[in-house]
C-alpha cells in the first residue's frame, strides 16, 4: 500500500513539474495545482496510513495523528486560494499582452538598445 502511494505521489509531483516548466499560462497553472495536491498526499502520508484508527487518542490502541489532516484542510483552503488568484492573473495578462505565452519578448525595446 505504501508503495503504490508513494508512486502515485511521485507520477503526480513529475506530471506538475512538466506542466509548470511549459511556455504556456494555462498548463502552469495546472500544474502548480497539480503539485498541491501532491503536497497534501506527501502531508497526509506523514501521519502513517493507518486502518480503523481512532480520531482521538485514548480510545483506542491505535489513532490517526490529527496534525497532517489539520494541515492538509490549511493546505487545500490556500491552494484554492492560489488557483482561483493564478488564473485571474493569467486571464488578465492575456487580455493585455494578447497571447498566454509566458515567455513573451517585447520587440519594441530591442530597436531602443
Known amino acids: 500500500m505504501e508503495t503504490l502511494y508513494s508512486v502515485t505521489v511521485g507520477i503526480l509531483t ?8 511549459r511556455g504556456r499560462s494555462f498548463p502552469v497553472v495546472v500544474g502548480i495545482t497539480m503539485l498541491s495536491y501532491a503536497v497534501n498526499l506527501f502531508l497526509f502520508s506523514t501521519g502513517r496510513l493507518t486502518i480503523d484508527g481512532a480520531p482521538i487518542y485514548g480510545t483506542q490502541e ?21 488557483t482561483a488568484y493564478s488564473i485571474i492573473l493569467a486571464v488578465r495578462a492575456r487580455g493585455e499582452i ?6 513573451q519578448q517585447d520587440n519594441s525595446t530591442e530597436g531602443n538598445r
Open 98 to 103: 494578447g497571447t498566454d505565452e509566458v515567455n
Open 14 to 21: 513529475a506530471c506538475s513539474v512538466f506542466l509548470i516548466l
Open 62 to 82: 491505535t489513532y490517526a495523528d490529527p496534525l497532517p489532516q489539520a494541515l492538509v484542510l490549511t493546505a487545500i483552503v490556500i491552494g484554492f486560494a492560489m
